[in-house]
């Protein structure tokens, strides 16, 4: 081999080797800080149709009517452990800048919010690893969030209550 041949050799395994460790950075600054979520994507839950009216979902019998008032841990250590829904969002995870901290190894740091907007309460994954599921679905978009509804974060679940 030429020694041009093993120097371009030598330089992409090292431009390989540092392509590694900054998608390692990458990974770890994200589950220290979480992802950054920008406002502005949030989209409704459903499109309106060619008429222009915005079909209403089918909602199950043990949901009830109302804005729901609080998020409260439903089973494990933590059981009882909740917050209030005022008008500040709610950051569930493993954080410590999280309203509801959560001790499951299976939540990110900053995991799911529940937040106000135009006039309802959502729930949104904030881009954690193992999702975040609102009465049996995966969030994949912000999704309004109702009375009776139940959110399962790893191995944690959290009931919404009035």
């Not at 371009?8 to 800080?33: N, Q, T």
């Not at 079909?55 to 009882?80: E, F, H, N, Y």
Request: some cysteine; aromatic content about 6%; charged content about 20%.
């Amino acid at each position: 081999m030429s020694e041009l041949t093993l120097t371009l050799i030598k330089l992409g395994f090292l431009a390989l080797l540092w392509m590694f460790v900054l998608a390692v950075l990458s990974v770890i600054r994200s589950d220290l800080f979480g992802a950054k979520v920008d406002a502005r994507t949030i989209a409704p839950a459903s499109s309106p149709q060619p008429n222009g009216r915005t079909p209403k979902p089918a909602k199950p019998s043990k949901k009830r009517k109302g804005l729901p008032g609080s998020v409260t841990i439903a089973d494990g250590p933590q059981a009882g452990v909740g917050a209030t829904l005022v008008s500040e969002p709610v950051v569930i995870g493993r954080g410590s800048d999280c309203q509801i901290r959560l001790d499951d190894d299976y939540s990110s740091t900053r995991h799911a919010r529940v937040f106000q907007s135009e006039g309802e309460w959502w729930v949104e994954d904030l881009g954690s690893t193992n999702g975040t599921y609102l009465d049996g679905q995966r969030v994949t978009r912000a999704v309004p969030a109702e009375i009776g509804g139940s959110i399962r974060i790893g191995r944690t679940t959290l009931n919404i209550a009035k």
